[in-house]
């Protein structure tokens, strides 16, 4: 047998195997995929949920209302609870799985239910990083060169044998994708959603602009160049808001450390318990105070 011919065979064996647990999210282009990784639940990016419910379009054309039994948005993934019916899950990679450069991978999606993709690829590169959709840094990202359609987010990335190793998740530069990595700590996490565990982290509750924009912006009012994040707005009744921060303000330091990029920021949270302060200090036009917000 030729190397395409295997090839040829690998593809088609895996669209047989793992096709029929690979599903599409939302109705139309571009809504997103999932798959099935238990009975009774898929797996998908936490970005392709709007509401607490969602259709799920199977290969076999059944469709059937899922309910969010857990979301992640830092780490952008969610668990949807819906009857998966006869359908077999796909298998776990083994937690000490080899995604070394040049590893033959195979992506899959259902783009909105309208039907199976499946693209063979090779690992590209390892240890990447991303933003998720609140911008937090998800790190260890797998990049590899299988292309997908839209609406494909969400869907598995399989090794030959079909089984997962991770979650199709962003598209980059020169049409790269970058999937978070189905290792231990993700199938912990997914565990413990699809047990309708909440993830509870400490948040301020407003939304912010990296240091360079920052300094942009001071500098085109007169105001002297500062590196630290700039708040965008604040969330009414949000921790920022009952410690007495405003729109304008300039956060430079969180937790003692200087906060010369965004990263300093979540660390500094991560790091803060619910029930605990974190103290931060600010400058508001040229005055600089210190403020502690109570989680």
Known sequence: MTLLEELEATVAETARSAGPAVVGLGRGWGVGSGVVIAPGRVLTNAHNLRHDEVSVTFLDGRRQTGRVAGSDPDLDVAVIEVDTGEVEPVEWAADDQDTTFGR?????????????????????????????????????????????????????????????LGINTLRVDGGLILAIPADASLRERVEALGRGEQVRRA?????????????????????????????????????????????????????????????????????????????????????????????
């Open 104 to 164: 033959a991978v195979l992506a899959l999606g259902n783009p909105g239910g309208r039907g199976l993709r499946v693209t063979p690829g090779f690992v590209s590169s390892t240890a990447r990083s991303f933003r998720g959709p609140r911008g937090r840094r998800i790190a260890g990202a797998i990049e590899h060169t299988a292309p997908l359609p839209r609406g494909s987010s969400g869907g598995p990335l399989l090794d030959t044998s079909g089984r997962l």
């Open 203 to 295: 948040r301020l509750g407003i939304a912010i602009a990296p240091p360079r924009v920052a300094r942009r912006l001071r500098r085109a009012v007169g105001l002297p160049e500062r590196d630290g994040v700039l708040v965008r707005a604040v969330e009414d009744g949000g921790p920022a808001d009952r410690a007495g921060l405003e729109r304008g303000d300039l956060i430079v330091q969180a937790a003692g450390r200087e906060v010369d990029r965004v990263d300093v920021l979540y660390e500094a949270l991560d790091g803060a318990r619910n029930d605990s302060q974190l103290e931060l200090t600010i400058v508001r036009g040229t005055e600089e105070r210190t403020v502690s917000v109570t989680f």
